[in-house]
């Protein structure tokens, strides 16, 4: 049920969408009776906009995610394994021109193909299906991503392509299936900064012990994180992206999913009852 919820309830939930909604109820109040109770939500949703434009919030929330697993430290050794999850390509996009289209977060792939360079011997893995709700499967993500990796030089025999995954909860079950790490293996996961907490906790509760490999940061330095932002998409999209993710760790964490209401490092795991 989780995929379906996240397709339609987590989408309407996103800040922008649930604004812009409460906005549209509002319009169409002022030609009920209702006209004053309208007049205040196209205020409200106008407001809240605003705030997720160009206040500070996104940064705010995204902080404590991108901030939860420092870089991956080079002196622990080669890893036997990385493993990059999907969210870089658009599969649609990719299957309509013919070849992989990358629309977002493409330090994912440019880390692990450095990373796969780096370490000649690790396996590279690419967990990514279709994130659409009814999904073709001419339009997979891994498909690309093997085509993409070869072409910057990467064996395909080195190649890992789990093409079944949804969401973040699939990729670690059929990465852990396609993977079968065995005892002392070392796998790297590469995701976004911010989307790291969950994944981690994902990965651990499906018994597959990863190492934090984060790329794809959205914030700088925390001196930066009360300035406002003078372009409103970008504080759009890290307020959307900051609920999404805000969002996902608590429904994951309440029914059991993950461990952690917010996962950290190894060494700072503890029961929630324990802090």
């Known amino acids: 049920m989780f995929f379906p919820l996240s397709k339609t309830l987590g989408v309407m939930l996103l800040s922008t969408n649930f604004l812009v909604g409460i906005g549209l109820v509002g319009v169409a ?7 004053a109770a309208g007049r205040k939500l196209l205020v409200a949703a106008a407001v ?6 160009w206040s500070p919030l996104g940064k705010l929330l995204l902080y404590p995610l991108e901030t939860r697993f420092p870089p991956w430290d080079a002196a622990k050794g080669a890893p036997d394994g990385i493993l990059v999850l999907g969210g870089p390509i658009d599969a649609d996009l990719s299957l309509a021109h013919g070849g992989a289209v990358v629309s977002a977060a493409g330090d994912r792939i440019i880390a692990a193909a450095v990373l796969a360079h780096r370490y000649p011997n690790a396996r590279l893995m690419y967990s990514g299906g279709s994130a659409n709700l009814v999904a073709s499967d001419e339009a997979r993500e891994a498909d690309y991503a093997a085509e993409l990796f070869e072409g910057l030089g990467i064996a395909r025999a080195r190649l890992l392509m789990e093409r079944r995954a949804r969401n973040t909860l699939e990729n670690a079950a059929f990465s852990k299936a396609l993977a079968a790490p065995r005892p002392g293996e070392r796998w790297l996961l590469v995701t976004s900064a911010f989307h790291m907490p969950r994944s981690v906790g994902l990965f651990r509760k499906a018994g597959f012990d990863v190492e934090a490999y984060p790329v794809d940061w959205r914030l700088g330095a925390r001196t930066e994180l009360l300035t406002l932002s ?6 759009f999209t890290r307020s959307d992206l900051a609920v999404r993710e805000w969002m996902g760790l608590i429904a994951y964490w309440a029914t059991g999913k993950i ?17």
Do not use: E, H, I
């Open 29 to 35: 109040l002022l030609v009920t009776r209702f006209a």
């Open 48 to 53: 809240l906009l605003a705030v997720c434009a």
């Open 230 to 235: 003078t372009v409103a998409g970008d504080g």
């Open 259 to 275: 461990d952690d209401l917010l996962p950290g490092p190894a060494a700072n795991r503890k029961p929630l009852s324990q802090r």
